[in-house]
Nanobody, 132 residues
Framework: QVQLIESGGGLVQAGESLRLSCAAS????????VGWFRQTPGKEREFVGL?????????????YYGDSVKGRFAISKDNGEKTVYLQMNNLKSEDTGVYYC????????????????????WGQGTQVTVSA
């Protein structure tokens, strides 16, 4: 069973960039869909993006993004499928929150859940704070 270890959060100013990492311990992400979610106090966990189970291409899988981050955030996976990254560019104050990576083992790359309830494994979360 894979365990998820997150890193890379911090405090930045609006317009700057951060890259979050989600490392797999105990397995690789080869058979998993990996999602990113974020949460602020009093709000439900929000879908940020996901990368599907590997499709054999160099890109590592199909990506989907939430509307609020499209064009600014990008998800990638290393060649060994041990780490998934969330590159966050042109950060805004409304991007502030605790970011979580999540994963679920899936039988094929067409299963791409957008809801947090569909994920069985979660990282510990990392705080991202964007000052205006």
């Amino acid at each position: 069973q894979v365990q998820l270890i997150e890193s890379g959060g911090g405090l930045v100013q609006a317009g700057e960039s951060l890259r979050l990492s989600c490392a797999a311990s105990g397995d690789t992400f080869g058979s998993y869909v990996v999602g990113w979610f974020r949460q602020t106090p009093g709000k439900e966990r929000e879908f940020v993006g996901l990368i599907s189970r590997s499709d054999g291409s160099r890109s590592g899988g199909t990506r989907y993004y939430g509307d609020s981050v499209k064009g600014r955030f990008a998800i990638s996976k290393d060649n060994g499928e041990k780490t998934v990254y969330l590159q966050m560019n042109n950060l805004k104050s409304e991007d502030t929150g605790v970011y979580y990576c999540a994963a679920s083992r899936v039988p094929d790359r067409t299963i791409v859940p957008l809801r947090s309830e569909s994920y069985s494994l979660w990282g510990q979360g990392t705080q991202v704070t964007v000052s205006a």
